[in-house]
């Protein structure tokens, strides 16, 4: 009978045989390990052992008992005979077959429990078919067993006619299919069998989960797959003690069952860098454009498969969510790029941009998941220097012609010299820096455009239902206008006192409020200022689209419905939170602002045209002066681009496909040709869009062991879903139709949840919490072990005023020297070493490269230290046992 289960973590039966219990860790008495280190070491262990046969493992096993502890013939056959019997599983049962059973259960009459002692059903086990068992087929376990795992089988039990415990560690050379001994159609390759006289099954069965234990412990599964002698086996144990920790008696309840951890430490913990070091481009050419070479030979063999990787119902959501966010950044900075330039770059200009620059840039790029368009500090630039052109009566447009060509130009120069090797000096601070302050933006804007709902659509503070309908319509001076038929009436509240109901005038019937204003008539009365509640409503959708987009993103972590389903609509959460809002919103049928989009291809300002020339409408020496302003831009673009590409090529995204640095500018800086030749909004990354993109791209494990959280592989990296985002957004024009049904503030609902999710990803919020949580109640974080509370306050406050600093020229008319306040954070960070030592700083930032190799005690010094104490490696008995093999996944522990 089937007693204990592990697939990474224990699950036991549950009193009745019912069910499987909850996975939990197991907790082993000390006692048991230190009895099945005596029966390894006493017992038969059979290595590499030749067997196709359940059967022919047992005679061997019986066979190769040492001579002290042979059997009598007669007890071997009664051994073999009890052995070779069918086992008795516990299957695991959907909610729907539960119910089918509670049905059925009446007709059948009571079933007795399962008995403690191992009961064995009559069909033999010594020959199995080729095929699997249905069972084994239908059962729920193999979906989450991973590729090439093998199932162990542990059997331990009490039997009367055993004087001495019979014990065998037997260990297959390959293998094999044992038929229905296992609940789960899997090779098995380890058995331990534990059979002894009555009256202790309660240590047979603490040594047996001792054992499945050991099984699963990832050290000594190696140690067991390549020992060569039964000392080599005690060895991987004595490795497993060396690691225990013991519990004392009496300080906790043992019947408590410990939950698995959210994350489990790796057998080798290996130092992870948070934020992109620039090691892919560490290496620098002594040639021109050789940095470009390099990125362009990395990215060459995989641009098929960046299409072909596409191919997966994720990229379907992806691109829904993300040419939605896209939509409305292009009309939100198309609208304020409007006002900043006379509409000479308004909504239609941004889309049109928007397009043709994504899909370029995700066709040739070297991060295509990268995903382009107007930014705030571009934006910023764009009104100072129409501002400057107004001032100085030159030609805006041909002015900025001129700043693009030099900018493309500085940036190929750029290209050219490698200057992307900078990015390893964009270490976390910068890159938390200006990250947060993108996302701050994206959630300032939200909040901004909602408030302005409210001059738009005023809420009626002193609304009174009596008052709704206590208005009249008077005619105009002239009359009504002749021709508009129907008899005259008032209109009259009979609910209201004569005194305040308004005197009965002349109106036609059925007179509307914008029928008679129409007519040139005039409202009379307490309700004519009425407006109903847009605002309100507007902002019940932004909260709630906002809520429901972050509780359906995080619906996969929930411990309701199956495991598919919760992946399914964590994947298309920020989509169905917007289809969901958009159905209140025409349920409920007031007039909320919606999404506007153009339906001519026109330019928004008729004085323009689609071509800017370089010469006609300026003094020729405008292309000299240009420059100036050109390395401010340039330095912007640089900064933008690179510091968004470096947060996208962390290593904890897992990113198998390299990234483009060079490359990734050269499409920029070749795309401000164009853009300035055609009048269109200068684009470089958005890190909040691009980080989105990537969020909602996440690869996780498909199958898991219950209890075990499902891994995270990667990013599908692939160039469709961001070609496909920006075609959708070129043909928004002709969609008008359809998007004019979204509510705008449904939109900044998204926007809302894009910077807070945004924000949330950086460590500088967890170091902000800080300040607001008591020390006893502090998270158990990495850097808090090792350095003080107060230099981690001290850095995080140095950080705050950096992110002040930067709001604070964003917003004023010293805007113009942003870009340079973006360089500076990499000097302010170079300045940070004075204040705290190289110890501190690698744990809360990454070391610059001049720093990084100081001969210092640093991180990976300290972490080697832990990891030598904490986990201690087997040692030179081992050897090389420790190389990749199959995992040993599926653990029965049999009774």
């Known amino acids: 009978t089937d007693m204990d289960l592990w697939m990474k973590f224990e699950e036991k039966v549950e009193d009745g045989g019912e069910r499987w219990s909850a996975p939990h860790i197991p907790v082993l008495p000390l006692q048991s390990l230190f009895q099945l280190r005596t029966c390894l070491q006493k017992g038969t262990v059979l290595l590499d052992l030749d067997a196709l046969s359940f059967k022919e493992i047992i005679d061997k096993a019986i066979s190769g008992q040492p001579e002290e502890a042979k059997l009598q013939p007669e007890l071997r056959e009664r051994l073999a005979a009890l052995l070779l019997r069918q086992p008795r599983h516990q299957p695991t049962k959907s909610p729907l077959q539960l119910l089918a059973e509670l049905s059925l259960s009446p007709c059948r009459g009571r079933h007795s429990a399962w008995p403690w002692v191992a009961t064995w059903a009559a069909t033999s086990l010594g020959q199995y078919p080729h095929c699997p068992p249905s069972f084994q ?61 009555q009256a202790k099954v309660k240590a047979y069965h603490e040594v047996g989960r001792a054992m499945a234990t050991l099984l699963t412990d990832e050290l000594f599964q190696r ?83 960046d299409f072909s990787d596409a191919l997966h119902p994720q990229c379907l959501a992806a691109v829904l969510y993300i040419y939605l966010a896209t939509v409305t950044n292009a009309i939100t900075f198309g609208g304020m790029l409007g006002d900043a330039t006379d509409n000479m770059q308004g909504v239609l200009e941004s889309f049109l941009g928007t397009a043709f620059a994504g899909s370029i840039f995700c066709l040739f790029s070297g991060q295509p998941l990268t995903i382009l368009g107007s ?27 001129w700043i693009g060509l030099w900018v493309a130009f500085f940036g190929v120069v750029l290209v050219a010299t490698e200057a992307s090797h900078l990015v390893r000096y964009f270490t976390r601070f910068t890159e938390e820096g200006f990250c947060a302050l993108i996302s701050l933006i994206f959630i300032y804007d939200s909040l901004k455009k909602m408030l302005s709902l409210a001059d738009a659509f005023p809420i009626n503070w002193h609304y009174r239902l009596d008052n709704v309908t206590s208005y009249s319509c008077t005619p105009p001076p002239d ?148 420059p100036v302003p050109a390395v401010l831009i340039t330095i912007l673009i640089f900064m933008d681009q690179q510091i968004t590409a470096v947060i996208l090529n962390r290593r904890e995204y897992k990113l198998r496909k390299g990234a483009g640095f060079h490359l990734d500018l050269l499409c920029v800086s070749l795309l401000m040709v164009v853009t300035s030749a055609t009048g269109l909004p200068w684009y470089v990354s958005t890190t909040v869009i691009s980080l989105a993109h990537m969020e909602s791209l996440r690869k996780e494990s498909a199958t898991s062991a219950p209890g075990e959280h499902p891994k995270f592989l990667g990013i599908r990296e692939q160039r469709l879903t961001g070609l496909a985002v920006f075609i959708l957004t070129g043909v928004s024009v002709f969609m008008a139709p359809v998007l004019k049904h979204i509510p705008m503030p449904v939109l900044y609902g998204v926007f809302l949840h894009m910077g807070v999710a945004a924000l949330n990803s950086i460590q500088l ?76 700083l690698s744990w809360l930032d990454s070391l610059l490269p001049d720093t990084a190799g100081k001969d210092t005690e640093g991180k990976q010094p300290r972490k080697r230290k832990e990891e030598e104490s904490n986990s201690k490696e087997v040692g030179d008995a081992l050897g090389a046992v420790l190389f990749h093999k199959p995992p040993l996944e599926m653990l029965w522990c049999g009774r």
């Open 137 to 197: 087929l239908r059962n729920r376990f193999q979906k989450r067993v991973p590729p090439g795992a093998e199932a162990a089988h542990v059997v331990v039990g009490e039997v009367e006619f055993l004087e001495k415990p019979f014990t065998a560690f037997i260990r297959l050379r390959r293998g094999v299919a044992l038929g229905s001994l296992a609940e789960v159609a899997l090779p098995s390759r380890f058995l331990f069998i534990l059979l002894g006289p």
């Open 765 to 840: 919020t967890d170091r902000v919490r800080l300040f607001l949580t008591p020390a006893k109640h502090q998270p158990d974080l990495a850097y808090l072990r090792h350095v003080p509370l107060r230099r981690v306050h001290l850095f995080t406050v140095i950080q705050l005023l950096c992110l002040a600093l930067l709001w604070v020229l964003k917003s004023t008319m010293a805007a113009i020297i942003f870009p340079v306040m973006l360089l500076a954070l990499v000097g302010i960070r170079k300045g940070l070493e004075h204040i705290f030592s190289v110890h501190d």
């Open 223 to 305: 140690v067991a797959r390549q020992a060569e002698h039964r000392e080599d086996l005690i060895t991987g144990m004595e490795a497993f003690l060396d690691e225990l920790t013991v519990l004392p008696p009496r300080k906790w309840d043992p019947s408590a069952r410990i939950p698995p951890p959210s994350s489990l430490l790796p057998l080798s913990w290996r130092q992870s860098q948070p934020g992109g070091d620039g090691s892919e481009i560490s290496l620098r050419c002594p040639r021109l454009f050789g940095g470009l070479l390099q990125d362009i030979r990395r990215k060459a063999p995989w641009y098929g498969s």
């Open 479 to 626: 009359g009504w206008v002749r021709g508009w038929g129907g008899p005259e009436v008032s209109v009259h509240d009979p609910s209201l006192p004569p005194a305040l109901s308004p005197q009965p005038s002349a109106a036609p019937a059925g007179l509307s409020r914008t029928q008679c204003l129409g007519q040139g008539g005039h409202l009379l009365g307490t309700s004519c200022q009425y407006v109903p509640d847009v605002t309100l409503i507007s902002f019940l959708l932004f909260g709630g689209t906002f809520l429901s987009c972050t509780a359906l993103k995080h619906f996969r972590s929930s411990r309701y419905f199956p495991s598919w389903v919760r992946k399914l609509v964590s994947d298309f959460a920020i989509i169905v939170a917007i289809l969901v809002s958009c159905t209140v919103d025409a349920i409920l049928g007031l007039e909320t602002p919606k999404l506007l989009v153009p339906s001519e291809l026109k330019p928004t300002n008729p004085a323009r045209g689609w071509i800017v020339f370089p010469f006609g409408a300026n003094p020729w020496w405008v292309c000299l002066v240009s």
């Open 375 to 401: 930014t705030g500090p571009v934006l910023v630039f764009e009104r100072l220097l129409f501002s400057f052109s107004q001032h100085h009566s030159l030609d805006y447009l041909e002015f900025r012609l």
